[in-house]
């Protein structure tokens, strides 16, 4: 990974971390946030990499704290899964 894609991906969490937790994200703001287009947003959506919205007039809308919730929810299970992983490698292992 280059420094810049470091510094992107940096960015990305820092930005939504700086936001109240409270604070109301529409798809569009989402979309600038993570530098991608709201069809990316919808996608991510679809395969459980971002939350599911809210609709909020109409429009869909999350809360930063429920992005970075998602978002460490789904470390955790991938630290789990690693964890096990590496206990059943190690079984064969022995």
Excluded: Y
Excluded at 6 to 18: D, F, R, S, W, Y
Excluded at 44 to 50: C, D, K, M, S
């Amino acid at each position: 990974m280059t420094t810049s894609t470091q510094t992107k991906e940096t960015g990305i969490i820092a930005a939504l971390a700086e936001l109240p937790p409270d604070a109301l994200i529409d798809e569009a703001s989402l979309a600038r946030i993570f530098n991608r287009c709201t069809t990316s947003v919808r996608r991510a959506v679809t395969r459980g990499e971002l939350p599911r919205p809210v609709k909020l007039f109409g429009k869909p809308t999350w809360t930063a704290r429920a992005v970075l919730d998602h978002i460490a929810k789904r470390l955790e299970a991938a630290k789990r899964d690693a964890e096990r992983l590496s206990q059943r490698i190690a079984k064969f292992s022995a």
